[in-house]
């Protein structure tokens, strides 16, 4: 059974950082694609950034060059470094990955970023 718990969101001002952990629980994190999906208020889910089990990452065009998603698979735990937040990034944050040989989408409960001064 696969498990996923986000912290570290919070109040911040615009400009500011804040770095998102997802720790997973479960078999074979480290051969994982793991995601991090985001929804504001009123729009649909979005996916902000992936990262696969070899290393390689993606961005959506509204955050590159100012997010970074990395993991440590000896933690097993995946990051997302948010940098020069703005307030179209206020979203509750999810931590996501997918059933190894099949179809089913795991997501944590998620962690709420507001940008607001």
């Known amino acids: 059974q696969v498990q996923l718990v986000e912290s570290g969101g919070g109040l911040v001002q615009p400009g500011g950082s804040l770095r998102l952990s997802c720790a997973f629980s479960?078999?074979?994190?480290?051969?994982?694609?793991m995601g991090w999906h985001r929804r504001a208020p009123g729009k649909q889910r979005e996916l902000v950034a992936t990262i696969t089990s070899s290393g390689s990452t993606s961005y959506v065009d509204s955050v590159k060059g100012r997010f970074t998603i990395s993991r440590i698979n000896a933690k097993n735990t995946v990051y997302l470094q948010m940098n020069s937040l703005r307030p179209d990034d206020t979203a509750v944050y999810y931590c996501?990955?997918?059933?190894?040989?099949?179809?089913?989408?795991?997501w944590g409960q998620g962690t709420q970023v507001t940008v607001s001064s």
């Open positions: 996501n990955t997918r059933q190894i040989g099949g179809n089913m989408d795991y």
């Open positions: 479960g078999r074979l994190f480290s051969i994982r694609t």
